[in-house]
């Protein structure tokens, strides 16, 4: 008997220690591509259409800059004031955009491959109240809220890439908004952050604080840390010109850019669905002649995020089943052009997190992971249809995610898999089962995913256990990740650089430095 439990034991022990990163049920980049709501005919039919409205249709309002280097490479400004792109421009864009695209972390470790139909979580959105949960109420979002929100997406195993959740509503002024949107975000994690600003000299100075984080100007190129996400285009078909200054000097200051373009379907694109992924996709392919003009095969990705509208009222519905089927069919556009391609599925309709909130977050963001999209944007903590965000609803969706994916990766058969000498050794030895089968502890963690905060107990157990909540267990280990010592992939030295060129909103006590 001593033996036995020893044994249990230390087998306990070996599953309870950090797994291998080769033997992980679930990792970064599970390829998707296995759900394919368009036929090969839809396809085309949606990339033609696409050319169609960028040579036939054109942008409103391009800035002059736009129009110099576009015409230079092939558009026509009409009589009309409208930049149109021929097919042959856009065909020729398309052979020299950037493929194979790799987001940095600040930690190497994550890294992001974006190539072919490889799937990867982030967070997004602007959010401009918190759900708090504790009080039963929603409030104005702060610069604390959007810190914290990154230190605990840098536990989340399962979101790979933290783009700002909410807008700091105790800062005021734009500029500083968002410098210091920017520094919460890479003080609080590691992993790769996606931020978005107003005014292109806002870009500017935040370049300046990206070079002194990576240690010089050559070392952030090298290695881009941060993405901007852009929203160059009003739909539908018309430039925003301080977001397409923006994005200029983010592509000529070696930021990878995500070109958003964020119409609601029976508003700003066509009601019917093929209408509004077209017209997204059109929009999102003008931004790529732009990108390329200015710098050939400069990083960017492409985002068509076609939203839905509640036809009923015109309200936005991020938790509608069309949400995640126009995000899929846009994915599916995505692989067919064989360019990085991000989405938005999970913004949940809910106003807390609950049975609505998780049910319409699975579903929306399997579609689109089940599709290949390399990013699945907001797919974490984001609530009545962007407008509020939850910060403890992170560690919840994390385990959501981690579903996902396991659903992604799919199921490998080989000669080991199937297990044939394994179902002749049980039944022929009368043990009649496999719970005691060296395969079966083998690949307890191998092939199993298992949640941290869902509960598999009997009612029984879970009576015993004092009949534990899942949002107070979340809420719990929120306190717990924010009590521990604050990230230090940024140094103090680094740190007091930063807050001495830089106006800087939080104090160091305030971040637990």
């Not at 200029?248 to 200051?253: Q, S, T």
């Not at 070696?254 to 029976?266: C, R």
Request: aromatic letters at 6%.
């Amino acid at each position: 008997m001593p033996r036995r439990s020893g044994g249990r034991r230390a087998r306990r022990a070996e599953r309870a220690a950090p797994l291998a990163e080769a033997i992980k049920p679930v990792r970064p980049g599970q390829t998707g591509g296995q759900y394919r709501p368009l036929s090969e005919a839809g396809v085309a039919a949606i990339a033609d259409n696409a050319f169609r409205i960028l040579a036939d249709v054109g942008f409103a309002d391009p800035t002059p800059h736009c129009i110099e280097t576009c015409t230079a490479a092939g558009a026509v400004l009409g009589e009309d004031g409208r930049l149109r792109m021929p097919r042959n421009l856009v065909e020729r864009t398309l052979e020299q955009a950037r493929r194979n695209l790799v987001l940095h972390g600040q930690d190497p470790r994550n890294d992001l491959d974006l190539s072919g139909a490889r799937v990867h979580f982030s967070t997004a959105g602007a959010a401009v109240m918190v759900a708090d949960t504790e009080k039963n109420l929603y409030r104005d979002s702060m610069a604390q809220d959007l810190y914290d929100m990154a230190r605990i997406v840098d536990t989340c195993e399962h979101i790979h890439m933290f783009q700002r959740t909410c807008v700091p509503r105790d800062i005021p002024d734009n500029f500083e908004m968002d410098i210091n949107t920017l520094y919460c975000s890479v003080m609080g994690t590691s992993k790769h952050v996606g931020s978005s600003w107003t005014l292109p000299g806002h870009v500017e100075k935040s370049l300046e604080m990206l070079h002194l984080i990576a240690g010089g100007e050559d070392q952030w190129r090298a290695r881009p840390f941060v993405s901007q996400s852009n929203c160059f285009v009003v739909p539908p078909m018309k430039f925003a010109t301080d977001a397409l200054e923006c994005l200029r000097v983010a592509v000529e200051g070696g930021m990878p850019v995500l070109l958003l373009s964020a119409g609601q379907a029976g508003a700003t694109t066509p009601a019917y669905l093929a209408g509004a992924v077209s017209q997204a996709w059109a929009e999102c392919l003008g931004g790529l002649v732009y990108v390329n003009a200015i710098r050939p095969g400069a990083p960017a990705i492409l985002g068509a995020w076609p939203f839905v509208s509640d036809l009923r009222t015109g309200a936005m519905s991020g938790g509608s089943p069309e949400q995640g089927l126009l995000s899929a069919a846009c994915a599916q556009i995505g692989i067919h052009f064989d360019l990085p391609f991000g989405t938005a599925c999970g913004m949940s309709d809910a106003k807390f997190p609950d049975f609505q909130a998780g049910a319409e977050r699975a579903a929306t963001v399997l579609s689109a992971a089940l599709s290949g999209a390399n990013i699945v944007y907001e797919s974490a903590g984001m609530y009545a249809s962007l407008l509020g965000t939850c910060p403890e609803s992170l560690l919840l969706d994390n385990d959501v995610l981690g579903a996902i994916g396991r659903v992604t990766r799919g199921i490998e058969v080989n000669s080991d898999t199937l297990s044939f000498a394994e179902v002749q050794q049980i039944c022929f030895s009368g043990e009649g089962h496999y719970l005691g089968s060296g395969n079966t502890l083998q690949v307890m963690q191998s092939e199993y995913i298992y949640p941290d905060f869902g509960d598999r107990n009997s009612p029984t157990v879970w009576e015993e256990q004092g009949k534990p909540v899942m949002l107070q267990k979340a809420l719990e280990k929120t306190r717990e990740i924010l009590g521990r010592p604050a990230p230090r992939h940024v140094s103090d030295e680094i740190d007091s650089r930063l807050r001495s060129a830089f106006p800087i909103f939080l104090s160091p006590a305030a971040m637990g430095r």
